[in-house]
């Protein structure tokens, strides 16, 4: 019982400062909270993202004809163009965790050729160029909006040529989670 109390004390004392950094405004975690990030955390983003691909509605998106494809989630500002780290690495969970559920996700990043370089293999590109419409009919984005304790996302799937909603759901992210992928905003 002895070994067992300095064990709890610390767990709840990890809890306690856990749920401090939580409830940080966005100001507050741009001043004090890079100070301090939960060392060990084993909530990952993959996790949100999983959980909000459960919260959209299965039935309608059983019922796709074509692939989804997946673009970077966006600011919620005045032009909704603007994304980030957080944008992208959104993007590239929800296409992973939308496949391992079993929808057809088409690659929009594929250049269809591999250059070898002398740092690697590479078949991805980020040049612009548009993604011919017969390769997807559906596209799966959302936005993301900077709250007091985290980051909301708002993830949905709309049609391409209707751009009816097939199906959405939202997430807050709180800030320790994201805080590996630099800032935020």
């Known amino acids: 019982?002895?070994?067992?109390?300095?064990?709890?004390?610390?767990?709840?004392?990890?809890?306690?400062?856990?749920?401090?950094?939580?409830?940080?405004?966005?100001?507050?975690?741009?001043?004090?909270g890079k100070r301090f990030v939960p060392p060990y955390h084993h909530k990952r983003l993959a996790d949100y993202v999983e959980q909000m691909v459960f919260d959209m509605d299965q039935h309608a998106l059983a019922a796709l004809e074509g692939n989804i494809l997946v673009a970077s989630f966006v600011d919620l500002d005045d032009s909704l163009s603007s994304?980030?780290?957080?944008?992208?690495q959104l993007a590239e969970n929800f296409m992973q965790q939308m496949r391992k559920q079993g929808y057809p996700v088409a690659e929009s990043k594929a250049t269809g050729n591999v250059m070898i370089t002398q740092t690697g293999d590479l078949v991805f590109s980020r040049t612009a160029r548009k993604v011919r419409q017969a390769e997807y009919c559906c596209v799966l984005s959302g936005t993301l909006i900077y709250g007091p304790s985290g980051?909301?996302?708002?993830?949905?799937?709309?049609?391409?040529?209707?751009q009816a909603v097939l199906a959405s759901a939202s997430g807050l992210i709180p800030y320790f989670v994201v805080s590996h992928l630099g800032q935020l905003q």
């Not at 709890?8 to 940080?24: G, I, K, P, Q, S």
């Not at 980051?151 to 209707?162: G, W």
Request: charged letters at 20%; aromatic letters at 4%; proline letters at 2%.
């Open 1 to 32: 019982m002895k070994r067992l109390l300095p064990c709890l004390l610390a767990l709840t004392a990890c809890h306690a400062m856990a749920d401090a950094v939580a409830d940080m405004t966005h100001e507050q975690w741009q001043t004090e």
């Open 151 to 162: 980051i909301e996302v708002n993830a949905r799937v709309f049609e391409h040529n209707s």
């Open 83 to 88: 994304t980030s780290m957080l944008g992208n």
